[in-house]
Nanobody, 120 residues
Framework: QVQLVESGGGLVQAGGSLRLSCAAS????????MGWYRQAPGKQRELVAT???????NYQDSVKGRFTISRDNVKNTVYLQMNSLKREDTAVYLC??????????????WGQGTQVTVSS
């Protein structure tokens, strides 16, 4: 099986920065996509940013210019650098990975989530 372990959430004032990390471990043949979603209370889960194996990147419009996603393929880790945080960024941030097995099948995995709270 595969596990995704997140770290780096916390409480920060508006305008501040946080860096999230998510490390994948287990039976991994290759990781096609890694990324971050978030879910605020009473709202649907939404994509924040994703990065694929050739560094194609996709951001939600509201975080463009403030958040930066990157990955370390050796460590099977994805990072999310969040700058100029706003109160509306408050949510549980969940790591996501689309991982291929040796048979060629792909599977989606989710982390447990890490809380990000931005205070005014």
């Amino acid at each position: 099986q595969v596990q995704l372990v997140e770290s780096g959430g916390g409480l920060v004032q508006a305008g501040g920065s946080l860096r999230l990390s998510c490390a994948a471990s287990g039976r991994i043949f290759s990781i096609n996509v890694m990324g971050w979603y978030r879910q605020a209370p009473g709202k649907q889960r939404e994509l924040v940013a994703t990065i694929d194996s050739v560094d194609n990147i996709n951001y939600q419009d509201s975080v463009k210019g403030r958040f930066t996603i990157s990955r370390d393929n050796v460590k099977n880790t994805v990072y999310l650098q969040m700058n100029s945080l706003k109160r509306e960024d408050t949510a549980v941030y969940l790591c996501y990975a689309l991982i291929a097995s040796m048979s060629g099948r792909t599977f989606q995995y989710w982390g447990q989530g890490t809380q990000v709270t931005v205070s005014s």
